[in-house]
């Protein structure tokens, strides 16, 4: 016969493998979830573990066993939990002038993560209520939109995530990011997604959450919608950027080389550049060396290229390009990273 301990044990395992999402601390019997509204995502490496499983098994173990089969009770909602952030001010430094300035921005302390949501700021005595994007370096390609009328609000959220593994593999774990009446914000438990080290470049996944609701209040009614795509991206680690500068004859002018993420701030280009040829060097998990090359022209505002963080994640660098000094007769050529 099965001792309570290791049915307690079983159940753990098996609840843990049915649930799709979970929160916290414990909701109250009589709270309005439906009035919580889906605002964005916290991606993470490591699982939300946020099921109050010792709750859930000590009020349910007279009735988890029936004819030598675990039964798993379909209401366990009330005893998912919640990961609630904290509206932190943080100070910030302007690196040209040296002054100072302060902003509020919600944080999940003690959890690493990817943020990436569209929060509401309640108003305070001395400020309007004000509407925020919370986002991180690690989104690129971000794309937002905000539309509010009368009858309706509307949230629009896309992101890619270049994700760099080696021959390791990883999850990556999707959490659901939802905003209370009172602006508090939680996120939930989401589903996880895994993805190889023996993926290729052209390996592309993307989530999309979408939630429509209508909320009712004082009698009047509004619609709410919000949709967030999420795109996991595998790219193999920058090694070298290399920019080369040519005429319009395809004479090259320069070829200076980077590290990646040390690019400049802004790049001026040669006299008589007319196009810049960004070259990317990689190597995949084989060991192989890969080159991949974009070009820009004088319609082109600025350079992107990539730099890989230690946790593996992409980030993506722009490099203005001020083709109006190029062309101006005291500006000098050359560049002291030429090649």
């Not at 307690?8 to 979970?22: D, E, I, K, N, S």
């Not at 990883?170 to 989401?190: C, D, H, K, L």
């Not at 939630?211 to 009047?220: R, W």
Request: charged letters at 25%; proline letters at 3%; one cysteine or more.
């Amino acid at each position: 016969m099965m001792s309570k301990k290791m049915l307690a044990a079983c159940l753990a395992a098996a609840v843990l493998f049915a649930l799709t999402g979970c929160r916290l601390a414990r909701e109250d019997a009589g709270e309005n979830k439906n009035a919580d509204r889906l605002i964005g995502v916290f991606v993470t490496q490591k699982y939300l573990d946020l099921f109050d499983m010792e709750g859930y098994v000590k009020d349910n173990m007279s009735k988890m066993f029936d004819k030598g089969e675990i039964i798993i009770d379909g209401s366990i909602s009330r005893y998912q939990g919640r990961l609630y952030a904290t509206l932190a001010t943080l100070t910030h430094t302007n690196e040209e002038t040296g002054e100072t300035f302060d902003t509020k921005e919600f944080v999940f302390e003690g959890v690493e993560g990817i943020p990436y949501f569209s929060a509401n700021i309640p108003a305070t005595e001395n400020k309007h209520d004000i509407t925020t994007t919370g986002s991180d370096e690690a989104i690129s390609d971000g794309k937002s939109g905000l539309h509010y009328s009368d009858d309706e609000e509307r949230i629009t959220l896309e992101g890619t995530i270049y994700i760099s593994l080696g021959r390791s593999s990883s999850t990556f774990y999707i959490n659901p990011i939802y905003q209370e009446a009172n602006g508090s914000i939680y996120a939930v438990s989401g589903n996880g997604i895994s993805i190889s080290g023996e993926q290729n470049e052209d390996y592309v996944f993307s989530r999309i959450l979408e939630e429509t609701k209508t909320v009712t209040t004082n009698g009047k009614s509004k619609k709410t919608n919000t949709l967030i795509k999420i795109t996991l991206a595998v790219m193999f680690p920058p090694e070298r950027i290399v920019i080369i500068q040519m005429d319009k004859d395809s004479t090259v002018l320069s070829r200076a080389e980077y590290t990646p993420g040390e690019l400049p701030d802004t790049l001026i280009p040669e006299e008589n550049t007319e196009f810049i040829i960004v070259e990317t060097h990689k190597r995949n998990p084989e060991g192989d060396s890969i080159i991949s090359r974009s070009l820009y022209d004088k319609s082109s505002e600025n350079i992107e290229t990539f730099y890989c963080r230690d946790d593996g994640i992409c980030v993506k660098q722009w490099t203005q390009v001020d083709w109006k000094k190029s062309e101006s007769p005291f500006h000098q050529s050359g560049s002291p990273d030429s090649l």
